[in-house]
């Protein structure tokens, strides 16, 4: 996580936290408002929330079966994170870009219907998990810099 050291660091977090708090912060890349019903609701909850309740995680775990429950593991493990240009989250094998509610990886491209906002990979599910309460680790640096030494 985050150290907060960064210039701005408790203006960014206090920016976060105000819009979070009613599901429409731009700054979300996982958009809180959805086409589905059920998955609007648990974004909203944990927006509102501003942390993983049971209520949450039954209702990510239900509507994404083990999609979901990966999503909850990998932000509790503190795998998202964000850069000046991407939000990534560090999968098993890779590391997978997430951006406006869509994600880098094969499930994404070959398995899901990007029309469906009940159909997200466990990297798109644990981006707005991790930023709708404040777990995503913040790098002050360029994403594309860091990705040639990876």
């Excluded at 979901?68 to 098993?92: N, P, Q």
Aim: aromatic fraction near 6%; charged fraction near 35%; glycine fraction near 8%.
């Amino acid at each position: 996580m985050g150290d907060g050291s960064d210039d701005g660091g408790d203006e960014e977090a206090s920016a976060a936290e105000a819009t979070a708090t009613d599901g429409s912060a731009s700054e979300f890349v996982v958009p809180t408002e959805t086409e589905n019903d059920r998955e609007t609701e648990w974004r909203r909850a944990l927006a509102e929330a501003g942390e993983l309740t049971p209520d949450v995680v039954d209702a990510v775990a239900t509507i994404h079966d083990k999609r979901g429950v990966r999503a909850i593991e990998a932000v509790s493990e503190g795998r998202v994170k964000r850069y000046r240009d991407f939000t990534v989250v560090v999968g098993h094998a890779a590391e997978y870009v997430v951006e406006d509610g869509g994600c880098t990886c094969k499930d994404s491209s070959y398995n899901l219907d990007p029309e469906d906002d009940g159909q997200r990979c466990w990297h798109v599910l644990a981006a707005a998990v991790a930023e709708r309460i404040g777990e995503v680790d913040h790098h002050d640096m360029w994403y594309s810099d860091v990705r040639e030494f990876i």
